[in-house]
């Protein structure tokens, strides 16, 4: 199998989460050619592969996920996208590659060993980890470590970097809306101003932020869009702000939560209007376990350099594995010319890949009793 040409098959043909029919249907053919492995699907795009060479009752656990995102791409590679408007901005094509790639070589030496291949869609803000476990099929193994990898182009080739704690955040996204009373501005008095409270809310909440989290507490609360009003020249009688929070721990996350629902409900009231708090995607945070991070150091090949990274506010919906099982997930290096995540020129070298199948192939045989 050439890995390198099933990566651009793969980049071909991006798919939103839920909608990776296509490359679910591209997986499985290549699945298909292990009669070792036992396939499972769902009423959703997903796929768990599972491997028992042992009589032992625990398996570890590799991770993949599947989707990607709403982006024009803007790469000059001869593989783009051909579904116009998606593209794999975050590297999704690279580490399925890899993990198929780990499949492969795993089903060559059959070790004695219990493993679970897992294709999760719907990464990117949709549910898709929270599905997967939600459906209850993992429950019957005895999952002893799990497993899962990220491109980055902030670091070479032959380079991977993670930590022995949190390593991403709790991201948290939301609506505010105001909803007033319009009027003709020659007439104010008669209208409620739901632009004027919606810029109260942004300036309390920034000023809360600073109040009630200390220096050494991480935290990020930033408005990304805002919506008022419908013409120059009438009271705006509606107000929307959509917007992202993160934080590093759970109750700093319920806390900001608590806060943009008390400010919104105060201003609101104090302007006579009526105020809605939508709380959207949110993840929960990765947190590496200690002694797995104990064991990349240990099993890393020699050839590849491991960096130590302090928590980022990133986030990665991995978290909800690790919240569950003992885990691990670790940046691997993409090339520092392979752009941005998410931008529409990221392309990541695919000399990656082999670095990511080495490092996960470490763990999976190195790693048995």
Not at 21 to 40: A, D, G, H, V
Not at 44 to 52: E, L, N, V
Request: hydrophobic share 40%; with cysteine.
């Amino acid at each position: 199998m050439n890995l390198y040409d099933l990566r651009k098959r793969i980049h071909k043909i991006p798919e939103r989460g839920f909608s990776e029919f296509k490359t679910q249907e591209l997986i499985l053919e290549i699945l298909s050619n292990y009669p070792e492995l036992t396939i499972k699907t769902f009423d959703f795009t997903g796929i768990i592969a599972s491997y028992k060479g042992s009589d032992s009752d625990e398996y570890i656990l590799f991770r993949s996920d599947m989707d990607a995102l709403p982006i024009r791409e803007e790469t000059d590679c001869d593989f783009r996208s051909e579904h116009v408007g998606f593209m794999h901005a975050c590297g999704h094509d690279i580490h399925m590659t890899i993990l198929l790639g780990l499949i492969d070589r795993l089903m060559a030496d059959k070790p004695k060993a219990n493993y679970l291949f897992v294709f999760q869609p719907a990464e990117e803000g949709l549910g898709g980890a929270e599905k997967l476990l939600g459906s209850g099929y993992l429950d019957q193994f005895c999952i002893k470590e799990a497993y899962a990898l990220h491109v980055s182009g902030d670091y070479p080739v032959g380079t991977v970097a993670t930590n022995d704690k949190i390593l991403f955040g709790i991201p948290q996204e939301f609506k505010v809306n105001f909803h007033g009373r319009s009027s003709h501005i020659a007439f104010p008095n008669r209208g409620k101003d739901a632009l004027a409270a919606g810029v109260q809310f942004y300036q309390t909440m920034q000023t809360l932020m600073n109040l009630e989290f200390p220096a050494t507490e991480p935290v990020i609360f930033y408005i990304g869009t805002c919506h008022a009003g419908n013409v120059m020249n009438a009271v705006p009688d509606n107000c929307e702000f959509e917007g992202t929070t993160r934080s590093l721990t759970k109750d700093n996350h319920d806390k900001i939560n608590m806060l943009i629902e008390r400010t919104a409900d105060s201003i609101a009231r104090a302007y006579g209007l009526e105020s809605e708090v939508e709380f959207l995607n949110t993840y929960d945070p990765v947190v590496n376990s200690p002694e797995l991070y104990r064991k990349l150091e240990e099993l890393l090949p020699k050839n590849v350099n491991l960096r130590y990274v302090e928590p980022l506010m990133t986030g990665e919906d991995f978290g909800f594995f690790t919240t569950k099982y003992k885990g691990l997930l670790f940046w691997l290096g993409a090339g520092e010319k392979s752009g941005d995540l998410h931008s529409e020129k990221f392309l990541p070298n695919e000399k990656c890949i082999d670095v990511g199948i080495n490092v996960l192939h470490a763990l999976a045989v190195k790693n048995i009793d």
